[in-house]
């Protein structure tokens, strides 16, 4: 299927193409990282979000990996007095 052409895609059609469990998509919805709609008792959710949500999990990743790691130093290397 297609994705670049789907505005929307119910729970269950969105756990599959994503991957991801529907009581995870609840919580991305309920803390804003995915926008859905509701028509009648229908919920979709909107592709684009989905999108946006990949993008920011990249960058924060691309972050990540591009900062240094600190060393730390172990007790038996640091000098006695």
């Known amino acids: 299927m297609d994705t670049d ?5 119910p729970i ?3 756990c599959r193409l994503s ?12 803390g804003g990282s995915l926008d859905s709609i ?6 979709l959710i909107v592709i684009d ?3 946006r949500l990949i993008e920011r999990q990249r960058l924060t990743s691309a972050e990540r990996t591009a900062a ?4 730390r130093h172990s007790l038996a290397r640091l000098p006695t007095s």
């Open 38 to 43: 509701t028509i009648g008792r229908r919920r």
């Open 12 to 14: 269950g059609e969105f």
């Open 19 to 30: 991957g991801i469990g529907r009581t995870r998509i609840y919580e991305l919805i309920g």
């Open 49 to 51: 979000s989905y999108r």
């Open 68 to 71: 240094p790691i600190p060393r």
């Open 5 to 9: 052409c789907i505005i929307t895609a």
